[in-house]
């Protein structure tokens, strides 16, 4: 069982309504794991992570926890640094901007003009101050709107770290999480999980061996 914590609402975009088939089949990473999802099951995997991480809550696809040093955007908490800040977690945000480019979504023309491509806000109080700006609105409506694009994203993510994660085992304990890995890629569900593991706790590969693999006692 995965316990997944809570950002959403709105449907996903014509954009992420062109979603391809998307596979990852042995040859490409050369553990015998092959995970598939069309682009229905995609979307929905898309609006399950929103669901999941923001409770439906449309302002949680831009936010700022009081803890941090960073904002949160999008349907995965896709982390992005301000200028000067940089601490232990991956950031994420700026590769999710360079996959979209890629895609050739309509991101908003401000994002696209920032240079460096650092978080324009310095701190959360800047951040609130500008809460309900033209500019957070159309960020949070692109966001909102390219829900299964964002999950896409994490799919290929997920996708490079499984080779990681079996290599990264004990010699003796592979084609047993190369098994486990094979049953749970079988439905849309189970590569829901992988995603949201990969994505939300980071390719820490000790702590996935473990959830993998029961600890002896």
């Known amino acids: 069982m995965f316990l997944l914590?809570?950002?959403?609402?709105?449907?996903n975009g014509s954009e992420a309504g062109d979603l391809k088939e998307i596979s990852?089949?042995?040859?490409?990473?050369?553990?015998?794991?092959?995970i598939v999802l069309e682009s229905g099951q995609l979307d929905w995997v898309g609006q399950k992570i929103f669901q999941n991480e923001c409770a439906?809550?449309?302002?949680?696809?831009?936010?700022?926890?009081?803890?941090?040093?960073?904002?949160?955007?999008?349907?995965?908490?896709?982390i992005w640094y301000p200028e000067g800040i940089n601490e232990r977690f991956v950031e994420s945000f700026p590769a999710l901007f360079e996959y979209m480019k890629q895609r050739q979504l309509n991101i908003p023309e401000?994002?696209?003009?920032?240079?460096?491509?650092?978080?324009?806000?310095?701190?959360?109080?800047?951040?609130?101050?500008?809460?309900?700006?033209?500019?957070?609105a159309e960020l949070r409506e692109f966001l909102a709107g390219t829900q299964g694009?964002?999950?896409?994203?994490?799919?290929r993510r997920a996708k490079d770290s499984l080779a990681q994660i079996v290599e990264s085992a004990p010699e003796a304990h592979r084609a047993d999480i190369r098994k486990?890995?094979?049953?749970?890629?079988?439905?849309?569900?189970g590569v829901y999980a992988i995603m949201d593991y990969v994505n939300f706790k980071g390719e820490g590969l000790s702590g996935v061996l473990g959830i993998i693999r029961p600890k002896k006692t």
Do not use: Y
Request: proline share 8%.
């Open 5 to 11: 914590s809570g950002c959403n609402s709105g449907e």
């Open 24 to 34: 990852v089949t042995p040859e490409d990473i050369a553990t015998d794991v092959s």
């Open 56 to 78: 439906g809550q449309f302002q949680c696809l831009v936010h700022w926890n009081e803890s941090e040093a960073f904002p949160s955007l999008g349907i995965g908490h896709f």
């Open 110 to 136: 401000w994002l696209r003009g920032l240079e460096p491509f650092d978080a324009p806000w310095p701190d959360r109080e800047t951040f609130l101050k500008v809460a309900d700006s033209p500019e957070m």
């Open 149 to 155: 694009v964002q999950a896409e994203f994490i799919f």
């Open 180 to 189: 486990r890995l094979q049953a749970l890629s079988r439905t849309p569900g």
